[in-house]
């Protein structure tokens, strides 16, 4: 077990033109469980690859249980990699898989090694399929193969690489509570990497998210959908997304009011909301954000309210999803008891306590 500490971590690829890493700091606790998350091609592999060791740093440093392991070797490392696609070896069975890479990384007798790998495969479920070849299994069982030959090394740290996005729906949740309690058992720091924020929030003891190469933010899942540092977090955590609406403040004496900026939406603030969260706003351009499920419907007219034109009607079971056009895709997340179609005005409202305001520029928080 062990801690890991990434410092200004760098990765420039073809001389520099791609900065697949910039500058990531980050601290995972021994034995936590972090999931990273990010859209495709923000950086998650190469972060992970080189934490592995199969990637070299441009710049920054890695530590591991207290070591600096930039310059170690990648077979010096004690971690062990779990990828998207299995990378079993096709020609040794299950046995010899979850074996070589315990002869590789340890210093075992035989009847030890085959001891370790028996039990992990109970452990795993797979035992009856020891004598198997990788193209005699199922996705669902590489991957727990896959997962074997990891955690057989107990290795300091785990490393997961996507690793469930190649099973079905069903699979991948039964997967994810299954790796979840084995984390939990063997107490192994894990990073675990995912482009799908449902996986990481309801995974990862702490999340972290990156865009661009860059940390966005990192905090406990429920932190970060409450409190996102910004307007891309914002927009990619949570399903269906936060809403967003571009707002000029204006001011009329103490007060302050959200206009619209394509006009039909007008919302005051209270004095007593802007001082308790010790806000004092320029008048420009923002962004409002506000999530589906925290908006309601109001009756025609009230304030602080946006009145538009209903698209489409997503029945959802226990919902509808309401979405509307108001210049951006807008939804609301409403009772099923609600009797609206495709063609309905509908006038809808929220609490000033569920908005968030990013500026329009940094797109950073303001609240
Ligand atoms: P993710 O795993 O989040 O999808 P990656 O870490 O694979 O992202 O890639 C980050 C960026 O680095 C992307 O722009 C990708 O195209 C680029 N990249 C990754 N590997 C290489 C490579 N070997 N050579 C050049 N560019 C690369
Ligand atoms: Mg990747």
Known sequence: MARVRVDSLRKEYDVGTVVAVDDLDLEIED???????????????????MLAGLEEPTDGRIEIGGEDVTDVHAKNRDVAMVFQNYALYPHKTVFENMEFGLRMSTDLEE????????????????????????DELSGGQKQRVALGRAIVREPDVFLFDEPLSNLDAK????????????????????????????????????????????????????????????????????????????????????????????GGFAFDLSTSFLADRGVDLESSRYTLGIRPEKVSIADAGADNSLTATI?????VGSDNYLHLDLGAE??????????????????????????????????????
């Open 111 to 134: 009847k030890e090694r085959r001891q370790r790998v028996v039990e992990t495969a109970e452990m795993m479920d797979i035992e009856e399929l020891l004598e198997d070849r990788p």
């Open 311 to 315: 698209d489409v009607v997503e029945p």
């Open 171 to 262: 699979l991948r949740t039964s997967m994810r509570a299954e790796i979840q309690r084995l984390q939990d058992e063997l107490g192994i720091t894990s990073v675990y990497v995912t482009h799908d924020q449902h996986e990481a929030m309801t995974m990862g003891d702490r999340i972290v998210i990156l865009n661009d190469g860059k940390l966005q933010q990192q905090g406990e899942p429920t932190e970060v959908y409450e409190n996102p540092a910004n307007e891309f977090v914002a927009g990619f955590i949570g399903s269906p997304s936060m809403n967003f609406i571009d707002v000029d403040v204006e001011r009329t004496g103490d007060s302050l009011r959200l206009v619209g900026a394509e």
């Open 31 to 49: 034995g936590e469980f972090v999931t990273v998350v990010g859209p495709s091609g923000c950086g998650k592999t190469t972060t992970l690859r």
């Open 330 to 367: 807008f939804i609301a997340r409403v009772g099923t008891d609600v009797d609206l179609e495709p063609g309905d005005q509908v006038t809808l409202t929220f609490d000033e306590a569920d908005i968030h305001l990013f500026d329009a520029e940094t797109g950073r928080n303001v609240f």
